[in-house]
């Protein structure tokens, strides 16, 4: 019976001794479960919710801090930009590629402006002031160009010499026997000269090869080389004879073809003549006056006599080889 009662206490000094070991295990482990920071779950974004981000140190607000074995990193140096190439000459077609010569610093030379010279010993006019009487004429002359200018009048003295006259656009001066005039305006006289001798309009009138208004109103035309004529004006232009024609040159030439002869070649046609009414122009060829040929002055004249009674009148021309027709007609009027 004891030895029973010892085999069944065996088992449980044993869960007893082996509860006595687990007991410490398992405080230390609930120890070390309560000492250590749960884990947390990274936040899910959403659209009212964005995930918010840690600040980022700026490097003021965190500046690096050497470990205990190293040296605090540097700034890295700035290494300045190479420089660039030079860029490659321009190369054009047909021209040779050349050597320029190195610009030079001091600015290029300048010729210094020429004075004009004087033909009287260097006197200058600057200003001429002409009236009726030359006692009251001045002139303000200068002894060099780059002298200061004086008022000068009729009989006083400048640079030596002696004021004689003064126009409008000269001062005479004398020195001894000579006498020289020192001018302004160059030019003006001699436009003033020509323009003298330009025609007035009653002048112009008077040259022969000018038509009057009674025979211009007389020219009616109808199209570019078609024109009437009344009775009178006719008469009027067989009145005024060779006036018709002055001052027309002609010249014979000779036409290659075969059989056709010699034609008439026209130059010189004055304004407001005859020819140049009618639409005739310089280097046109007469060719024939109411389909006869004309091939010398005698024809042409012998050909207008003709036509004189007759109603109705053609010439045949020529222009840069192209032939053209110039019809006249008598025009009756009713009475």
């Given at each position: 019976?004891?030895?029973?009662?010892?085999?069944?206490?065996?088992?449980?000094?044993?869960?007893?001794?082996?509860?006595?070991?687990?007991?410490?295990?398992?405080?230390?482990?609930?120890?070390?479960?309560?000492?250590e920071?749960?884990?947390?779950?990274?936040?899910?974004?959403?659209?009212?919710?964005?995930?918010?981000h840690?600040?980022?140190p700026?490097?003021?607000?965190?500046?690096?801090?050497?470990?205990?074995d190293?040296?605090?990193l540097?700034?890295?140096?700035?290494?300045?930009?190479?420089p660039?190439?030079?860029?490659?000459?321009?190369?054009?077609?047909?021209?040779?590629a050349?050597?320029?010569?190195?610009?030079?610093?001091?600015?290029?030379?300048?010729a210094?402006?020429?004075?004009p010279?004087?033909?009287?010993?260097?006197?200058?006019?600057?200003?001429?002031t002409?009236?009726?009487?030359?006692?009251?004429?001045?002139?303000?002359?200068?002894?060099?160009?780059?002298?200061?200018a004086?008022?000068?009048?009729?009989?006083?003295r400048?640079?030596?010499?002696?004021?004689?006259?003064?126009?409008w656009?000269?001062?005479?001066?004398?020195?001894?026997?000579?006498?020289?005039?020192?001018?302004?305006?160059?030019?003006?006289?001699?436009?003033?000269?020509?323009?003298?001798?330009?025609?007035?309009g009653?002048?112009?009138?008077?040259?022969?090869?000018?038509?009057?208004?009674?025979?211009?109103?007389g020219?009616?035309?109808?199209?570019?080389?078609?024109?009437e004529?009344?009775?009178?004006?006719?008469?009027?232009?067989?009145?005024?004879?060779?006036?018709?024609?002055a001052?027309?040159?002609?010249?014979?030439?000779?036409?290659?073809?075969?059989?056709?002869?010699?034609?008439?070649?026209?130059?010189?046609?004055?304004?407001?003549?005859?020819?140049?009414?009618?639409?005739?122009?310089?280097?046109?060829?007469?060719?024939?006056?109411?389909?006869e040929?004309?091939?010398?002055?005698?024809?042409?004249?012998k050909?207008?006599?003709?036509?004189?009674?007759?109603?109705?009148?053609?010439?045949d021309?020529?222009?840069?080889?192209?032939?053209f027709?110039?019809?006249?007609?008598?025009?009756?009027?009713?009475?």
């Open positions: 019976m004891a030895s029973n009662e010892s085999d069944k206490g065996a088992p449980e000094k044993l869960v007893r001794r082996v509860a006595l070991l687990l007991v410490p295990l398992l405080l230390g482990a609930v120890y070390l479960l309560r000492s920071k749960p884990a947390t779950t990274p936040p899910v974004a959403s659209a009212s919710k964005p995930v918010p840690p600040p980022v700026s490097a003021s607000q965190a500046p690096m801090r050497a470990f205990s190293e040296r605090p540097a700034a890295p140096e700035r290494i300045p930009p190479a660039l190439p030079p860029p490659p000459p321009i190369e054009r077609a047909g021209v040779p050349v050597d320029l010569p190195l610009a030079s610093a001091s600015p290029p030379r300048v210094a402006p020429s004075v010279s004087s033909p009287c010993g260097g006197l200058f006019v600057r200003l001429i002409v009236a009726a009487d030359p006692k009251v004429s001045f002139a303000s002359m200068a002894t060099s160009y780059a002298a200061p004086q008022v000068v009048h009729v009989g006083e400048i640079g030596g010499f002696r004021v004689a006259q003064i126009e656009d000269r001062v005479w001066v004398q020195m001894g026997g000579g006498r020289c005039a020192v001018g302004m305006h160059f030019g003006a006289r001699d436009a003033e000269e020509h323009a003298a001798k330009e025609l007035s009653e002048a112009y009138a008077e040259l022969p090869w000018v038509l009057p208004q009674s025979i211009v109103a020219l009616g035309k109808r199209s570019e080389m078609e024109f004529l009344d009775p009178a004006t006719i008469a009027a232009l067989y009145a005024r004879g060779a006036d018709v024609f001052g027309l040159r002609v010249k014979v030439v000779e036409v290659p073809d075969e059989g056709a002869g010699a034609r008439l070649e026209l130059f010189d046609i004055r304004l407001d003549s005859l020819l140049e009414r009618l639409g005739i122009e310089n280097n046109d060829v007469l060719v024939a006056i109411n389909d040929p004309v091939d010398s002055v005698d024809a042409v004249v050909a207008l006599a003709a036509a004189r009674d007759k109603q109705s009148f053609t010439a021309f020529t222009r840069d080889g192209e032939p027709r110039l019809s006249l007609r008598v025009l009756h009027l009713e009475p």
